[in-house]
């Protein structure tokens, strides 16, 4: 992995990192904004102590731990990648209410193009600020966007302590046992 000074990795504030997306995905997982080492290497969840690509293999989304560089192998497992809020911060908690808020309504806007059979959503508390549900927990929510159905998932960042990687790959694997095989599967000869 390459290596960046803190001013490469400051250069790339603000940075807009492109989606993973395709229409009728089985999941779109929609992290909450794209950190610095995500900016600097245009690779989703590229930090090294995200847990993202890791548990994504461990819950039987893909058939085999896939590198950030190689997150554009996810369409043809049915999957994709998005975030709340597009532009790059070394802190999620750099962002306002306001960005989260505008998040919510172009992630919306964004589901219902594209048409998931599921949105996954990293994070309790980016749903609770993107979609002003305070009471929202990790699990399938009420909310759809026509026919995609909305799942909050733990945050996979390293930060978060509550939730090692095991337990996040057990929650992982309920919504992909929940989406079904259309597209989301580890065996993409299915």
């Known amino acids: 992995m390459t290596r960046f000074t803190q001013a490469e990795l400051e250069a790339a504030r603000d940075r807009l990192v492109p989606d993973v997306v395709a229409a009728g995905l089985g999941v779109l997982f929609c992290g909450i904004n794209p950190g610095l080492m995500t900016a600097a290497t245009g690779h989703h969840f590229a930090r090294p102590g995200n847990r993202f690509w890791p548990v994504l293999h461990r819950s039987g989304f893909t058939p085999r731990l896939l590198k950030p560089s190689e997150q554009g192998e996810l369409p043809s497992y049915g ?16 962002l306002s209410a306001e960005e989260y808020r ?10 219902t193009a594209l048409k998931p059979r599921w949105l996954a959503v990293l994070g309790v508390t980016a749903y609770r600020s993107a979609f002003d549900d305070r009471r929202a927990q990790v699990g399938p929510q009420e909310r759809v966007f026509e026919e995609t159905r909305v799942w909050v998932l733990p945050n996979p960042s390293g930060l978060n302590a509550h939730w090692t990687a095991q337990s ?23």
């Open 168 to 190: 996040m790959a057990e929650e992982y694997a309920r919504l992909r046992v929940a989406a079904g095989p259309r597209g989301v599967t580890a065996d993409p000869s299915r």
């Open 79 to 94: 999957l994709g990648i998005t975030n709340v809020v597009a532009r790059a911060t070394a802190r999620a908690d750099e």
């Open 102 to 111: 505008e998040g919510g309504r172009l992630l919306a806007a964004k589901t």
